[in-house]
């Protein structure tokens, strides 16, 4: 097995091809290494020494050297070799020809470049794709059962296929494959912070041994008379504005904001979950669960924002990658949904009239007048199916007489849809979603009247049909145990057997009927569903869009990666030239959540369970806690308290020792 070194890229840039120096970084096992800084020449030993007594480490902020070691390496720095001169060392580098060449004894060497993550500009390695809309706090309290079941077959059906790989190859392969995927992520997890490890040991080496640094490393160190000038009026003009109090007054002013604009969302939450019946507002209202989202969604920003300006204690850890990404693409999304909104605002303000008359036209020409004649086509026999006359009369003139009223109702009420129109034309200022949330909202009440006469379609057809059950059960000889929840044995005499086949009879000689206008109903309601759905979905699109990371892919791929790969550059007969290069997140995962939003929506409303239900006539209902599901994902478990926020902020605004990028 060749020995692993991984380089950086531009490690020897500093320095001439002849000059020596030393190589320091991390021994992950007896063939991996990293290097992580390549320090102008210094005794080897005292290099070591100052290593071990973590005085080349210094400067790690918040993070003692202990931390560092035991979050990315285990062990402590080592020095691995020494290039241009030969040491006791693990390895001897010779630059003579322009790049690195190892001498480590009779193991061929795999030299992999690598270029150093910017931590500053969020660039990171991942080996696999990172996830962006779920934090680990609240996965398992929003998935849903069935999607947990999904994954859980997923893990299940891997092992079984990692314990069949071992019986066909054996379980040293599969070991020794795991131990070295194992060492290949503690080697990621250095490179990403090699950049900032690599500044603080030399910065630290040069201030122990000031003779090492070279003329060239002076001059770039010396600032212009411009730039000495430009920092000091900076410096000035903030030394003027804090003894005038203007910083003070400000933070003072936008800590009391944020504040009170969260007691007032909490506020409002509590009336979002207001319970209704088993249920919340939130699962009646489209705009009461959109209106809980959001609120959540901005209680949430300042925590965000706090997270990703504050330098974390978790030194160069990729977390403030991702929630840096969150914060900006919720920011990207206010922003262009509020700019939408004033935009159909706009339009509907302009021409409100219009829209009220249109909506006005349709709800009384396709759920009044249209609607009026299907239920005349159904009492006379429809399409020449024979009903009973008199049942299918009833039904359509009781139907008829609730349509009537309830358009009647609905052209009393028109001047109220015409304010509706105007405050939905305002409501752009609080976002197009607020204003598609409200037109879910008018859809259903303005098609209330279907709902109910399709609820009461579908109980009269589901009470018949579990009856003919019944009774069939009775021709059979048998009953249902409703304590034990079975099927035994009954007896039944002469009179409870011809009572029972003429309620028989009759229950199934009327089933066309009440089917024929149970389906015309439970039709429509289907339709009504699908449109509302959509709506639903539109939301989710404009609440949920992954604008900013798709910027980021297109723009600065290092900061959402997708995984790793291995360039092969050439090889000579001891040492083979590998470059490490960052994969980007691919398109498809970026819009994984859709797809699985795709797929419970197919899986609700176009499968054979679905299907049955309407058959036997079980209700059809929006499922907004599958579509939101995955909108709440990308939200903390638990939000903060006003106070543990005012404490947060206060903290966060007047700490002057506080570590800024």
């Known amino acids: 097995m060749p020995t692993r070194i991984f380089w950086p890229v531009d490690g020897l840039q500093r320095y001439g091809p002849e000059e020596k120096s030393i190589v320091v970084g991390w021994v992950n096992s007896s063939k991996d290494y990293v290097v992580m800084a390549i320090l102008p020449y210094f005794p080897v030993q005292h290099a070591q020494r100052l290593l071990e007594q973590d005085m080349l480490v210094k400067g790690l902020g918040e993070k003692s050297p202990q931390e560092l070691y035991k979050e990315f390496g285990g062990d402590r720095l080592q020095v691995l070799g020494t290039c241009n001169h030969s040491q006791d060392c693990l390895f001897v580098v010779n630059t003579l020809s322009g790049q690195p060449v190892i001498d480590s004894g009779s193991d061929s060497v795999q030299l992999i470049y690598y270029s150093q993550p910017n931590a500053k500009w ?3 390695l991942s080996l696999y794709p990172i996830q962006l809309d779920m934090p680990d706090e609240s996965v398992s309290q929003i998935i849903d059962a069935d999607y947990n079941h999904d994954s859980q077959q997923a893990c299940e059906d891997r092992s079984l296929l990692l314990t069949n790989l071992s019986l066909h190859c054996g379980g040293q392969i599969q070991s020794n494959a795991s131990e070295r995927m194992s060492v290949l992520a503690k080697c990621i997890s250095q490179i ?14 040069l201030k122990m041994f000031p003779e090492l640094q070279s003329r060239e490393l002076q001059q770039s160190r010396r600032l212009s008379i411009s730039s000495k000038i430009g920092i000091e009026a900076k410096h000035q003009a903030s030394i003027q504005a804090e003894k005038l109090g203007i910083f003070a007054i400000a933070k003072w002013i936008v800590l009391f904001t944020i504040v009170s604009f969260n007691v007032l969302a909490e506020a409002l939450l509590q009336i979002t979950a207001f319970p209704i ?19 959540k969604l901005l209680c949430n920003l300042p925590v965000q924002y706090m997270r990703i300006r504050k330098r974390s204690k978790s030194w160069a850890t990729t977390a403030l990658n991702v929630e840096y990404t969150r914060f900006y693409n919720s920011l990207w999304l206010f922003a262009n949904d509020i700019i939408l909104g004033v935009t159909l605002g706009g339009f509907l303000r302009d021409n409100h009239w219009r829209v009220c008359s249109f909506i006005t036209t349709v709800t009384q020409n396709l759920f009044g007048d249209q609607f009026q004649e299907f239920m005349n086509w159904l009492m006379s026999w429809p399409a020449g199916l024979k009903l009973n006359t008199e049942l299918a009369k009833f039904f359509g003139e009781v139907f008829v007489w609730v349509l009537v009223s309830w358009q009647h109702l609905l052209l009393y009420c028109t001047p109220l849809l015409q304010g509706f129109i105007v405050f939905l034309s305002h409501a752009g200022w609080f976002g197009i979603t607020f204003q598609i949330s409200l037109v879910c909202d008018l859809i259903s009440l303005i098609t209330f009247d279907i709902y109910c006469l399709y609820l009461g379609s579908a109980k009269i057809y589901r009470k018949q049909l579990t009856t ?6 009775l021709f059979r000889g048998k009953k249902l145990n409703v304590l034990r929840s079975r099927i035994d044995s009954g007896n039944y005499n002469i009179d409870q057997l011809l009572l029972g086949t003429i309620m028989f009879t009759v229950l199934l000689l009327l089933l066309p009927t009440v089917l024929v206008f149970y389906l015309a109903f439970a039709f429509t309601r289907a339709l009504l569903v699908l449109l509302s759905t959509l709506l639903e979905m539109t939301l989710g699109f404009f609440n949920h869009f992954p604008l900013f990371t798709l910027l980021l892919r297109f723009k600065s791929p290092a900061r959402v990666p997708g995984g790793i790969r291995f360039e092969y550059i050439k090889n000579d007969s ?26 419970r929506f197919a899986e609700h409303y176009y499968s054979t369970r679905v299907l049955s239900g309407l058959l036997v006539g079980k209700m059809v209902t929006v499922q907004r806690s599958r579509l939101y599901s995955l909108l709440y994902s990308s939200l903390p478990a638990h939000r903060p308290a006003p106070k543990h926020l005012y404490n947060q902020l206060q903290s966060h605004l007047f700490d002057k020792n506080e570590h800024m990028y």
Request: aromatic share 8%; proline share 1%.
């Open 468 to 473: 003919l059950v019944s009774l069939f059960r």
């Open 277 to 295: 019946g088993n249920g919340h507002l939130t699962d009646i209202s489209a705009t009461a669960l959109q209106v809980d989202l959001r609120l």
């Open 122 to 124: 969020l660039h990171y």
């Open 192 to 205: 990403n912070c090699s950049l900032e490890l690599s500044r603080i040991l030399t910065v630290n080496a």
């Open 574 to 599: 001891t040492q083979t030239f590998l470059k490490l290069e960052s994969q980007p997140i691919g398109i498809g995962h970026i819009f994984h959540q859709y797809n699985v939003v795709a797929k």
